[in-house]
């Protein structure tokens, strides 16, 4: 389904990996997975079509047949449990939908029940206006779910729904193997002269077991392996995962050349004893070629926001890849809600900014007089538009 209109996840902690199979079951829009524990279940992520399409309904049908089977197939040996948006408002008295009819149908026929939390879904004015997010579940030790408001890293037009499950888990026994990890010998990295020397210097009293009246030839050849084994262990330099070493986010010749020339200049500073005399000419080299090095990073981050502000003034209002990656880039730096809003010098905080955002903008949608308007400009427009039209 193209990105942003529609598809569920399920998504679950690691930590909780060994309780969870993905199923194959559902579609872009219902995901299943099984939750192994003392009463296995079924846990299914939904989203059921909007009303906006002609053939919506018919798609609607589908997905309540799909949902149907699966709980056929499921619902002998496994508890189960539907959340997601249903794009139906259950417990509005005056919706008398067939929509509606049919989620009722199946909820009765396969034994699935809910609970009304509150309105679920905001519309653009800001107002709570209708409860289309549901969990459907067959497990009475399911509690009642929850609407969950107030949440400051909301930025979507649906309240977040939560439910709880009581059930027992039982701590799988772990392979005593499981945490450790084989150690694979780099052969490039090992002192051959070293390792033969010690091989030759311990390989004697395995000779001298070997002369001796009791012999253990299986013994001593698991022995004389370990022996092999462990030297090459030892002598196998670690390898290390670039804990130190400088990680940057931008990248060109310049820099790598700045770098190289700093490195050398840190080299020849430390072979000469890493003088501290300011008027050292080592010393000077050092910190000049850092202050080159660093000046060039700082000019290549200018350079890409410079280039990145310059595309997004060009982008395209139907370039969604774009889009999208804007959003993603927004995400990324911890900026998923506003703090705080500031209109005309004044400073709204929490509650206040959706009403006041509102507000704002309805202003700015009524037409005004404003002295800085060019309205021969508009004259011209206008009767260019005409011409075009006519």
């Known amino acids: ?52 399409s002609n053939d919506s309904y018919d798609i609607f049908l589908d997905r309540l047949d ?11 040996t496994h508890e189960i449990i539907i959340g997601g948006d249903f794009n139906e408002d259950l417990y509005n008295p005056s919706n008398n939908s067939r929509r509606k009819q049919k989620l009722d149908e199946l909820m009765v026929e396969c034994k699935l029940k809910t609970n009304s939390k509150g309105l679920t879904f905001i519309n653009v004015n800001g ?3 209708s409860e289309i997010d549901y969990f459907l579940y067959t497990d009475p030790k399911c509690e009642p779910s929850k609407r969950l408001i107030d949440l400051s890293s909301n930025v979507s037009d649906h309240h977040p729904i939560s ?25 490039n990295k090992v002192d051959k002269s070293r390792y033969e020397e010690t091989i030759n210097s311990d390989i004697g009293d395995y000779i001298e ?32 995962y670039g804990k130190n070493k400088l990680k940057l986010n931008v990248w060109n010749k310049e820099i790598s050349k ?31 070629t850092r202050k ?23 982008y395209n209002q139907n370039d969604k ?38 507000q704002h903008f309805s202003k700015l949608a009524i037409p005004s007089e404003h002295p800085d308007f060019n309205y021969q400009h508009l004259a011209l427009c206008e009767m260019d538009y005409i011409s075009i039209k006519g």
């Open 292 to 314: 080159i090095f660093r000046t060039a990073i700082r000019n290549e981050e200018i350079r890409r926001k410079h280039n990145e502000r310059n595309d997004i003034i060009n």
């Open 209 to 240: 077991m070997l002369n001796s009246d009791r012999i253990n030839i299986e013994l001593i050849t698991l022995q004389a392996m370990d022996l092999l084994s462990d030297t090459a262990k030892q002598l196998d330099q670690k390898k290390t």
């Open 127 to 129: 107002i709570d206006t």
């Open 258 to 288: 700045s770098l190289e020339a700093n490195k050398l200049a840190y080299k020849n500073w430390k072979s000469a004893g890493r003088p501290s005399n300011i008027d050292n000419l080592l010393l000077t080299e050092k910190k000049l």
């Open 1 to 52: 389904m193209p990105r942003g209109y529609g598809g569920v996840a399920v998504l679950w902690q690691k930590s909780i990996d060994r309780y969870i199979n993905p199923l194959p079951d559902g579609s872009s829009r219902l995901q299943c997975i099984e939750l192994v524990i003392d009463k296995p279940q079924i846990i299914i992520s939904a989203y059921l079509p909007t009303k906006s």
């Open 163 to 187: 439910m709880r499950i009581k059930c027992n888990i039982t701590r799988e026994q772990q392979s005593r193997n499981s945490g450790k990890q084989k150690h694979k010998v780099r052969w």
């Open 66 to 76: 799909q949902i149907y089977e699966i709980v056929q197939k499921y619902g002998g």
């Open 321 to 358: 890849q774009n889009f999208f990656k804007l959003i993603r880039k927004q995400r990324q730096n911890g900026n998923t809600f506003i703090n705080d809003l500031h209109v005309e010098n004044k400073i709204f905080e929490r509650d206040d900014i959706i009403n006041d955002w509102n």
